[in-house]
């Protein structure tokens, strides 16, 4: 995080589903020094960084950005061009040239008083303190229809222009492209817990036949088999759900 008195790395809530985090360090950056400050979003996947970059912008500083065509992953700048009013887009020479020039250049520093930059500031308290409900969290938004992956507690949705994000009252923070892979993360772990439970369950089933077996109860050794047969005709299905490629789609880049 980018303080007035300096850089901090600090512990606090994940935002989008790292920490430490570049909307983080772009928002905090942002709130300490408004117009001075230069962000700039490189190759990457998802959509990190587009709305610390629009904290950025919102806060009078510039927006720089690699040209998609050249990143080796195009998500996050093609995210952040389309959210965000950028002041430059172009290739790693471009960027350079540009940020050689601005730095050289006079700013003006003006502290913004408005609910979105108050709104900015109380996102840095919470990252910095990770006390979101003393930072006020519940007044950054309504209550969204979802609840955190993370701490499974329940997520204000926070507008900014015509972008959408999430934070939960713990201090979680997602994008809606975030918050899908979070979601996609965890019915996947559902789904292998499903298949390890019903493994155990046939394994379990086919000991009660053998021990049936050995003391010549055949009728309900029989039974249990065709108990664990039907089992596994289920369990495939359910494999195959998992296994299958389509089932939760492509994240951009991955």
């Given at each position: 995080?980018?303080?007035?008195?300096?850089?901090?790395?600090?512990?606090?809530?994940?935002?989008?589903?790292?920490?430490?985090?570049?909307?983080v360090l772009f928002r905090s950056a942002a709130v300490a020094y408004g117009s001075r400050v230069i962000g700039v979003v490189l190759t990457g996947a998802l959509?990190?960084?587009?709305?610390?970059?629009?904290?950025?912008?919102?806060?009078?500083?510039?927006?720089?950005?690699?040209?998609?065509?050249?990143?080796?992953?195009?998500?996050?700048?093609?995210?952040?061009?389309?959210?965000?009013?950028?002041?430059?887009?172009?290739?790693?020479?471009?960027?350079?040239?540009?940020?050689?020039?601005?730095?050289?250049?006079?700013?003006?520093?003006?502290?913004?008083?408005?609910?979105?930059?108050?709104?900015?500031?109380?996102?840095?308290a919470i990252a910095l303190e990770g006390n979101g409900m003393a930072a006020g969290i519940m007044d950054l938004g309504p209550v969204s229809k979802y609840?955190?992956?993370?701490?499974?507690?329940?997520?204000?949705?926070?507008?900014?222009?015509?972008?959408?994000?999430?934070?939960?009252?713990?201090?979680?923070?997602?994008?809606?492209?975030?918050?899908?892979?979070?979601?996609?993360?965890?019915?996947?772990?559902?789904?292998?817990?499903?298949?390890?439970?019903?493994?155990?369950?046939?394994?379990?089933?086919?000991?009660?036949?053998?021990?049936?077996?050995?003391?010549?109860?055949?009728?309900?050794?029989?039974?249990?088999?065709?108990?664990?047969?039907?089992?596994?005709?289920?369990?495939?299905?359910?494999?195959?759900?998992?296994?299958?490629?389509?089932?939760?789609?492509?994240?951009?880049?991955?």
């Amino acid at each position: 995080m980018v303080m007035r008195d300096g850089i901090r790395l600090t512990r606090g809530p994940k935002e989008s589903r790292s920490r430490p985090a570049v909307d983080v360090l772009f928002r905090s950056a942002a709130v300490a020094y408004g117009s001075r400050v230069i962000g700039v979003v490189l190759t990457g996947a998802l959509d990190d960084g587009t709305a610390g970059l629009w904290a950025i912008k919102d806060h009078g500083g510039l927006a720089f950005v690699q040209d998609p065509d050249e990143a080796s992953f195009s998500s996050m700048p093609q995210s952040a061009i389309e959210q965000v009013q950028i002041d430059c887009v172009g290739t790693l020479r471009a960027l350079a040239d540009r940020l050689a020039t601005e730095v050289l250049a006079p700013a003006s520093w003006k502290r913004r008083t408005d609910s979105d930059a108050e709104r900015a500031r109380t996102e840095v308290a919470i990252a910095l303190e990770g006390n979101g409900m003393a930072a006020g969290i519940m007044d950054l938004g309504p209550v969204s229809k979802y609840t955190c992956p993370d701490c499974h507690g329940v997520l204000v949705q926070i507008k900014e222009g015509t972008m959408v994000r999430f934070r939960c009252h713990t201090g979680h923070a997602f994008s809606p492209v975030a918050l899908m892979e979070e979601v996609n993360a965890e019915i996947d772990n559902g789904l292998w817990d499903a298949i390890r439970s019903v493994e155990e369950r046939i394994l379990l089933i086919r000991q009660l036949a053998e021990m049936h077996t050995k003391v010549g109860r055949m009728a309900n050794a029989e039974r249990f088999e065709q108990q664990a047969a039907d089992a596994e005709s289920r369990l495939k299905a359910l494999r195959d759900l998992v296994l299958d490629p389509g089932f939760f789609g492509h994240a951009p880049d991955e």
